[in-house]
């Protein structure tokens, strides 16, 4: 890796018959590099440009001989975040979830997740589906928490290439007594007490639905979505989202939640209906005489 404003050098080192000579020429992405006809490539002044993937052709004329050696690619150092800035172009993808976590009042909590891209993605982290504002780092960090620290926290991230949100991480606040036992704030129950429940809605095709459950409890709170009594596997959440709705979406949607003391509680049915969209008037066109 190289530092913006910094100096990158390639080389390659051949040998053949001393009856023959070796020719060069260097490549970036699959373009000859015009002038950079010898066995050393140099770039000063390293830029973002810079990044790309590079390779050297040789060639021994008389021999009617060419081979490329394998492809080197310029990694870019960017001093003020640690990163590394890459020639690929990927759409981050979380290698490192966050995890739910009971805690007791006063403590410190981090929060941490892992994500790969390139460009490095940017940061985003939510709590109760809400922005937090100033929360752009990888890790977040609660101080001496409180009881009003609760709830449902995820993390979003995102590059020029595409973006995706973190499971959600459920954080439950306890307090400790003056001896040393830890107890579950008294006001919360063993098992799950749902306090928002999802909402029937009409929406037209294409339209994007949000569902929402929310739950209590003494103990960290899992969610499941079901449509119609089946389970919809790749919604874990308290917030179900659906980006363009059509027929297929139409039906009864519930939530179970539940702790992992194997107590659960159902949410209210929310009846989703599906209308299609209205067509547009005609435009009446002009008159003739």
């Keep these: 890796p190289t530092a913006i404003g910094g100096t990158a050098m390639f080389y390659v080192e051949?040998?053949?018959?001393?009856?023959?000579?070796?020719?060069?020429?260097?490549?970036?992405?699959?373009?000859?590099?015009?002038?950079e006809t010898g066995p050393k490539l140099r770039i000063e002044n390293v830029t973002m440009e810079d990044r790309a993937q590079y390779t050297c052709r040789l060639s021994i004329k008389e021999q009617n001989f060419h081979k490329f050696t394998n492809w080197c690619e310029l990694l870019i150092l960017d001093s003020s975040s640690g990163e590394y800035w890459s020639a690929k172009t990927e759409a981050p993808v979380i290698v490192n979830q966050p995890r739910?976590?009971?805690?007791?009042?006063?403590?410190?909590?981090?929060?941490?997740?892992?994500?790969?891209?390139?460009?490095?993605?940017?940061?985003?982290?939510?709590?109760?589906?809400?922005?937090?504002?100033?929360?752009?780092?990888?890790?977040?960090?609660?101080?001496?928490?409180?009881?009003?620290?609760?709830g449902s926290y995820c993390c979003a991230v995102s590059n020029q290439h595409g973006g995706c949100f973190s499971n959600t991480a459920e954080i439950q606040v306890i307090e400790q007594t003056s001896d040393n036992h830890v107890s579950a704030q008294t006001s919360l129950p063993s098992i799950p007490l749902i306090q928002v429940h999802p909402q029937s809605k009409q929406l037209y095709d294409g339209s994007a639905l949000h569902l929402e459950c929310r739950a209590i409890s003494a103990y960290p709170i899992q969610y499941e979505w079901y449509k119609d009594g089946r389970i919809l596997t790749h919604q874990r959440g308290p917030l179900l989202n659906i980006s363009a709705v059509n027929s297929f979406h139409a039906g009864q949607y519930s939530c179970r939640t539940f702790t992992t003391e194997g107590m659960d509680s159902l949410s209210q049915l929310a009846q989703v209906t599906v209308l299609a969209k209205p067509s547009a008037p005609p435009t009446q066109g002009p008159n003739l005489i």
């Design 14 to 35: 051949a040998r053949c018959d001393y009856r023959y000579s070796i020719a060069y020429q260097w490549f970036r992405n699959k373009q000859r590099i015009k002038g």
């Design 100 to 150: 739910s976590k009971t805690i007791c009042v006063g403590s410190t909590i981090r929060l941490i997740l892992n994500a790969e891209g390139s460009p490095p993605p940017a940061y985003q982290w939510y709590k109760n589906g809400v922005l937090i504002v100033g929360s752009i780092r990888r890790e977040l960090e609660l101080k001496n928490v409180d009881f009003a620290d609760m």
